[in-house]
Protein backbone atom coordinates (compact mmCIF):
# COMPACT_ATOMS: atom_id res chain seq x y z
CA UNK A 1 0.00 0.00 0.00
CA UNK A 2 2.38 2.56 -1.43
CA UNK A 3 -0.35 5.44 -0.44
CA UNK A 4 -0.40 4.31 3.20
CA UNK A 5 3.18 3.71 3.52
CA UNK A 6 3.88 7.35 5.26
CA UNK A 7 1.20 6.66 7.84
CA UNK A 8 2.28 3.32 8.62
CA UNK A 9 5.83 4.30 9.05
CA UNK A 10 4.94 7.16 11.77
CA UNK A 11 2.63 4.43 13.61
CA UNK A 12 5.28 1.89 13.79
CA UNK A 13 7.96 4.23 14.89
CA UNK A 14 5.36 5.40 17.87
CA UNK A 15 4.52 1.85 18.61
CA UNK A 16 8.10 1.90 19.64
CA UNK A 17 8.30 4.66 21.30
CA UNK A 18 5.50 4.20 23.23
CA UNK A 19 5.89 0.51 23.56
CA UNK A 20 2.42 -0.39 21.91
CA UNK A 21 0.75 -3.02 20.22
CA UNK A 22 -2.09 -2.91 18.23
CA UNK A 23 -4.72 -5.41 17.99
CA UNK A 24 -7.24 -5.29 15.25
CA UNK A 25 -10.22 -7.33 14.81
CA UNK A 26 -10.74 -9.09 11.30
CA UNK A 27 -13.11 -6.69 10.15
CA UNK A 28 -10.29 -3.97 10.18
CA UNK A 29 -9.27 -1.98 6.19
CA UNK A 30 -6.86 -3.96 5.16
CA UNK A 31 -4.14 -1.38 5.51
CA UNK A 32 -4.51 -1.59 9.20
CA UNK A 33 -5.12 -5.34 9.03
CA UNK A 34 -1.93 -5.58 7.24
CA UNK A 35 0.01 -3.09 7.31
CA UNK A 36 -0.02 -1.78 11.08
CA UNK A 37 -1.82 -4.59 13.37
CA UNK A 38 0.99 -6.61 15.65
CA UNK A 39 -2.12 -9.07 16.57
CA UNK A 40 -5.20 -10.04 14.86
CA UNK A 41 -8.50 -12.15 15.13
CA UNK A 42 -12.27 -12.63 15.97
CA UNK A 43 -13.26 -11.53 19.17
CA UNK A 44 -12.57 -14.86 21.23
CA UNK A 45 -8.59 -14.66 19.50
CA UNK A 46 -8.74 -11.09 20.77
CA UNK A 47 -10.00 -11.46 24.13
CA UNK A 48 -7.42 -14.19 24.18
CA UNK A 49 -4.28 -12.69 23.05
CA UNK A 50 -5.29 -9.55 25.16
CA UNK A 51 -4.60 -11.46 28.22
CA UNK A 52 -1.20 -12.07 27.36
CA UNK A 53 0.11 -8.61 25.84
CA UNK A 54 3.25 -7.14 27.55
CA UNK A 55 2.95 -3.81 26.04
CA UNK A 56 2.57 -0.51 28.33
CA UNK A 57 -0.19 0.50 25.84
CA UNK A 58 -2.95 -1.38 23.80
CA UNK A 59 -4.46 0.08 21.23
CA UNK A 60 -7.71 -1.73 20.06
CA UNK A 61 -8.46 -0.81 15.97
CA UNK A 62 -12.15 -2.31 16.67
CA UNK A 63 -15.21 -1.22 18.41
CA UNK A 64 -15.79 -0.08 21.87
CA UNK A 65 -17.15 -3.61 23.84
CA UNK A 66 -13.64 -5.25 22.06
CA UNK A 67 -11.51 -2.17 24.04
CA UNK A 68 -13.42 -2.93 26.92
CA UNK A 69 -12.93 -6.08 27.17
CA UNK A 70 -8.86 -5.42 26.87
CA UNK A 71 -8.81 -3.20 29.19
CA UNK A 72 -11.45 -5.26 31.90
CA UNK A 73 -7.86 -7.99 31.53
CA UNK A 74 -5.70 -5.75 31.74
CA UNK A 75 -6.49 -2.95 34.00
CA UNK A 76 -3.04 -1.45 34.53
CA UNK A 77 -2.65 -0.59 31.03
CA UNK A 78 -3.30 2.46 28.73
CA UNK A 79 -5.71 1.25 26.33
CA UNK A 80 -7.12 3.09 23.47
CA UNK A 81 -9.80 3.33 20.99
CA UNK A 82 -8.91 5.70 18.22
CA UNK A 83 -12.43 6.64 17.44
CA UNK A 84 -14.84 7.23 20.86
CA UNK A 85 -17.79 6.45 18.84
CA UNK A 86 -17.03 2.95 17.83
CA UNK A 87 -19.99 1.19 18.91
CA UNK A 88 -21.94 -1.67 18.29
CA UNK A 89 -25.64 -2.13 17.63
CA UNK A 90 -25.59 -5.38 19.64
CA UNK A 91 -23.78 -3.68 22.22
CA UNK A 92 -26.46 -0.84 22.36
CA UNK A 93 -29.42 -3.14 23.00
CA UNK A 94 -29.18 -3.86 26.10
CA UNK A 95 -28.62 -2.48 29.08
CA UNK A 96 -27.41 -3.04 32.75
CA UNK A 97 -31.34 -2.62 33.95
CA UNK A 98 -32.79 -4.81 31.18
CA UNK A 99 -30.37 -7.69 32.62
CA UNK A 100 -31.61 -6.91 36.08
CA UNK A 101 -35.20 -7.19 34.53
CA UNK A 102 -34.60 -10.28 33.04
CA UNK A 103 -32.94 -11.96 35.95
CA UNK A 104 -36.12 -11.14 38.20
CA UNK A 105 -38.30 -12.77 35.07
CA UNK A 106 -36.50 -15.82 35.39
CA UNK A 107 -35.19 -16.25 38.54
CA UNK A 108 -32.75 -18.68 38.86
CA UNK A 109 -31.80 -19.10 35.30
CA UNK A 110 -27.88 -18.09 34.34
CA UNK A 111 -27.22 -15.11 32.05
CA UNK A 112 -25.01 -15.70 29.27
CA UNK A 113 -24.03 -12.28 27.61
CA UNK A 114 -22.14 -12.45 23.82
CA UNK A 115 -18.91 -10.39 24.62
CA UNK A 116 -20.57 -7.47 22.09
CA UNK A 117 -22.14 -5.70 24.98
CA UNK A 118 -21.04 -2.97 27.79
CA UNK A 119 -18.68 -3.85 30.78
CA UNK A 120 -21.80 -2.55 32.66
CA UNK A 121 -24.11 -5.49 31.20
CA UNK A 122 -21.05 -7.49 31.51
CA UNK A 123 -20.68 -6.80 35.27
CA UNK A 124 -24.81 -7.90 35.43
CA UNK A 125 -23.87 -11.70 34.07
CA UNK A 126 -22.95 -14.77 35.06
CA UNK A 127 -20.33 -15.54 32.00
CA UNK A 128 -19.51 -14.21 28.50
CA UNK A 129 -19.24 -16.07 25.10
CA UNK A 130 -18.28 -15.34 21.52
CA UNK A 131 -19.22 -16.65 18.12
CA UNK A 132 -16.64 -19.28 18.06
CA UNK A 133 -16.99 -20.50 21.46
CA UNK A 134 -21.05 -20.23 22.72
CA UNK A 135 -22.44 -23.80 22.56
CA UNK A 136 -19.75 -24.72 25.05
CA UNK A 137 -20.07 -21.90 27.33
CA UNK A 138 -23.74 -22.76 27.37
CA UNK A 139 -23.09 -26.25 27.91
CA UNK A 140 -20.07 -25.47 30.28
CA UNK A 141 -22.98 -24.61 32.65
CA UNK A 142 -24.31 -27.79 32.99
CA UNK A 143 -27.70 -26.12 33.94
CA UNK A 144 -31.25 -27.03 31.39
CA UNK A 145 -32.02 -23.71 30.22
CA UNK A 146 -30.09 -20.29 30.17
CA UNK A 147 -30.71 -16.54 29.41
CA UNK A 148 -28.61 -15.83 26.10
CA UNK A 149 -28.13 -12.26 25.32
CA UNK A 150 -28.32 -9.59 23.17
CA UNK A 151 -28.01 -11.46 19.91
CA UNK A 152 -31.54 -13.13 19.11
CA UNK A 153 -29.66 -14.91 15.74
CA UNK A 154 -26.65 -16.17 17.87
CA UNK A 155 -29.13 -17.61 20.31
CA UNK A 156 -31.46 -19.49 18.14
CA UNK A 157 -28.17 -20.54 16.76
CA UNK A 158 -27.12 -21.91 19.62
CA UNK A 159 -30.28 -23.60 20.93
CA UNK A 160 -30.28 -25.18 17.53
CA UNK A 161 -27.14 -26.81 18.39
CA UNK A 162 -27.70 -28.28 22.33
CA UNK A 163 -30.37 -29.47 23.93
CA UNK A 164 -29.84 -26.81 26.79
CA UNK A 165 -33.20 -24.73 26.38
CA UNK A 166 -32.39 -20.86 25.39
CA UNK A 167 -33.86 -18.13 26.20
CA UNK A 168 -33.59 -15.02 23.86
CA UNK A 169 -33.10 -11.50 23.97
CA UNK A 170 -33.92 -9.29 20.93
CA UNK A 171 -30.91 -7.36 19.86
CA UNK A 172 -29.47 -7.70 16.11
CA UNK A 173 -26.47 -6.70 14.20
CA UNK A 174 -27.24 -3.92 11.86
CA UNK A 175 -24.75 -5.26 9.59
CA UNK A 176 -26.01 -9.29 9.38
CA UNK A 177 -29.42 -8.95 9.94
CA UNK A 178 -29.63 -7.48 6.38
CA UNK A 179 -28.25 -10.17 4.67
CA UNK A 180 -31.48 -12.23 3.29
CA UNK A 181 -31.75 -16.12 2.31
CA UNK A 182 -33.04 -15.09 -0.98
CA UNK A 183 -30.04 -13.14 -1.65
CA UNK A 184 -27.57 -16.48 -0.88
CA UNK A 185 -29.69 -18.65 -3.24
CA UNK A 186 -29.45 -15.88 -6.00
CA UNK A 187 -25.28 -16.00 -5.73
CA UNK A 188 -25.64 -19.60 -5.30
CA UNK A 189 -27.29 -19.47 -8.77
CA UNK A 190 -24.97 -17.15 -10.62
CA UNK A 191 -21.77 -18.76 -9.46
CA UNK A 192 -20.82 -22.50 -9.98
CA UNK A 193 -18.98 -24.39 -7.08
CA UNK A 194 -19.76 -21.85 -4.24
CA UNK A 195 -19.07 -22.34 -0.75
CA UNK A 196 -21.11 -20.50 1.26
CA UNK A 197 -20.12 -19.61 4.79
CA UNK A 198 -22.10 -17.44 7.45
CA UNK A 199 -21.46 -15.90 10.28
CA UNK A 200 -24.56 -17.03 13.37
CA UNK A 201 -25.45 -13.38 13.58
CA UNK A 202 -27.32 -13.34 10.30
CA UNK A 203 -30.73 -14.30 10.29
CA UNK A 204 -31.73 -17.90 10.50
CA UNK A 205 -33.11 -18.31 6.44
CA UNK A 206 -29.66 -16.66 5.61
CA UNK A 207 -27.92 -19.96 7.82
CA UNK A 208 -30.22 -22.35 6.63
CA UNK A 209 -28.24 -21.75 3.08
CA UNK A 210 -24.89 -21.78 4.68
CA UNK A 211 -22.60 -24.80 4.22
CA UNK A 212 -20.68 -23.82 7.00
CA UNK A 213 -21.43 -21.25 10.02
CA UNK A 214 -18.95 -19.78 11.91
CA UNK A 215 -17.01 -16.76 13.65
CA UNK A 216 -14.96 -14.68 11.54
CA UNK A 217 -11.60 -16.85 12.51
CA UNK A 218 -13.95 -20.49 11.73
CA UNK A 219 -14.25 -18.60 8.03
CA UNK A 220 -10.38 -18.04 8.25
CA UNK A 221 -9.95 -21.62 9.33
CA UNK A 222 -12.78 -23.08 6.67
CA UNK A 223 -10.69 -20.91 3.67
CA UNK A 224 -7.25 -22.27 4.74
CA UNK A 225 -8.23 -25.87 4.88
CA UNK A 226 -10.72 -26.18 2.05
CA UNK A 227 -8.84 -23.59 -0.34
CA UNK A 228 -12.82 -23.56 -2.66
CA UNK A 229 -12.49 -22.08 -5.64
CA UNK A 230 -15.08 -19.53 -5.00
CA UNK A 231 -16.68 -18.75 -1.71
CA UNK A 232 -19.13 -16.32 -0.16
CA UNK A 233 -18.07 -14.96 3.34
CA UNK A 234 -21.98 -13.91 4.52
CA UNK A 235 -20.83 -11.10 6.99
CA UNK A 236 -19.26 -7.67 6.92
CA UNK A 237 -16.95 -7.21 3.57
CA UNK A 238 -13.34 -6.64 5.10
CA UNK A 239 -13.44 -9.89 5.99
CA UNK A 240 -13.09 -11.11 2.42
CA UNK A 241 -10.83 -8.11 1.30
CA UNK A 242 -8.62 -9.26 4.55
CA UNK A 243 -8.75 -12.90 3.21
CA UNK A 244 -8.41 -12.28 -0.54
CA UNK A 245 -4.73 -10.83 0.15
CA UNK A 246 -3.64 -13.70 2.24
CA UNK A 247 -5.67 -16.87 -0.48
CA UNK A 248 -4.86 -15.41 -4.16
CA UNK A 249 -5.77 -18.15 -5.30
CA UNK A 250 -9.48 -17.76 -4.11
CA UNK A 251 -12.27 -16.14 -5.58
CA UNK A 252 -14.40 -14.23 -2.91
CA UNK A 253 -17.86 -13.47 -4.03
CA UNK A 254 -19.05 -10.48 -2.29
CA UNK A 255 -21.85 -9.04 -1.02
CA UNK A 256 -20.98 -5.58 0.14
CA UNK A 257 -22.28 -4.56 3.81
CA UNK A 258 -19.82 -2.98 5.83
CA UNK A 259 -19.97 -2.14 9.75
CA UNK A 260 -20.19 1.53 9.94
CA UNK A 261 -18.62 1.58 13.86
CA UNK A 262 -15.63 -0.64 12.30
CA UNK A 263 -14.83 2.03 9.45
CA UNK A 264 -14.40 4.79 11.67
CA UNK A 265 -11.17 3.48 13.11
CA UNK A 266 -8.44 4.38 10.61
CA UNK A 267 -4.92 4.72 10.45
CA UNK A 268 -4.79 8.19 10.59
CA UNK A 269 -7.01 7.97 14.03
CA UNK A 270 -4.84 5.31 15.38
CA UNK A 271 -1.71 7.76 14.66
CA UNK A 272 -3.45 10.57 16.42
CA UNK A 273 -4.22 8.21 19.44
CA UNK A 274 -0.46 7.64 19.79
CA UNK A 275 0.35 10.49 19.68
CA UNK A 276 -2.00 11.77 22.27
CA UNK A 277 -2.62 8.32 23.99
CA UNK A 278 -6.11 9.23 23.86
CA UNK A 279 -9.03 8.41 23.38
CA UNK A 280 -8.30 5.61 26.42
CA UNK A 281 -11.04 3.35 28.02
CA UNK A 282 -11.23 3.73 31.40
CA UNK A 283 -14.01 1.73 33.70
CA UNK A 284 -14.96 2.32 36.88
CA UNK A 285 -13.14 -0.09 39.13
CA UNK A 286 -15.88 -1.84 41.21
CA UNK A 287 -17.78 -2.50 37.89
CA UNK A 288 -14.70 -3.65 36.34
CA UNK A 289 -14.03 -6.05 39.22
CA UNK A 290 -17.41 -8.02 38.20
CA UNK A 291 -17.09 -7.64 34.59
CA UNK A 292 -13.89 -9.26 34.71
CA UNK A 293 -15.36 -12.37 36.39
CA UNK A 294 -17.58 -12.84 33.39
CA UNK A 295 -15.15 -12.50 30.81
CA UNK A 296 -12.51 -15.08 32.72
CA UNK A 297 -15.21 -17.45 33.30
CA UNK A 298 -15.40 -17.54 29.41
CA UNK A 299 -11.61 -17.48 28.81
CA UNK A 300 -11.87 -20.66 31.21
CA UNK A 301 -14.04 -23.24 29.15
CA UNK A 302 -11.88 -24.40 26.77
CA UNK A 303 -13.46 -25.16 23.46
P1 LIG B 1 -16.32 -12.54 15.58
O1 LIG B 1 -16.12 -12.87 17.01
O2 LIG B 1 -16.80 -13.70 14.78
O3 LIG B 1 -15.08 -11.95 14.98
O4 LIG B 1 -17.48 -11.46 15.43
C1 LIG B 1 -17.45 -10.20 16.02
C2 LIG B 1 -18.44 -9.30 15.44
O5 LIG B 1 -18.61 -8.18 15.84
C3 LIG B 1 -19.23 -9.83 14.35
O6 LIG B 1 -20.06 -8.88 13.85
FE1 LIG C 1 -21.49 -4.88 16.10
FE2 LIG C 1 -22.40 -5.93 13.86
FE3 LIG C 1 -20.50 -4.09 13.74
FE4 LIG C 1 -19.97 -6.56 14.68
S1 LIG C 1 -20.56 -6.00 12.61
S2 LIG C 1 -19.33 -4.62 15.60
S3 LIG C 1 -21.89 -7.05 15.73
S4 LIG C 1 -22.60 -3.77 14.51
Redesign the pocket.
Known amino acids: WPVHEPLIQAIEALKRERNAVVLA ?2 YQRPEIFHGVADIVG ?3 ALARRAAEVDAAVIVMAGVRFMAETVKLLNPERTVLLPDREAG ?1 SLASSITAEDVRALRARHPGVPVVAYV ?1 TSAAVKAEVDICC ?3 NAVEVVESLGVPRVLMIPDEYLARHVASRTSVEVIAWTGH ?1 E ?2 ERFTGAEIRAYREGFDGLAVVA ?1 P ?1 CPPDVLAEADVVG ?3 RMQDFVAANRPRRVLLVT ?1 CSMSDNLAALFPDVEFVRPCNL ?1 PHMRLISLANILESLRRLEPRIDIEPALAARARLSVERMLAVRP
Do not use: A, K
Open positions: HNDSLCNTSGCVHHESTQEC
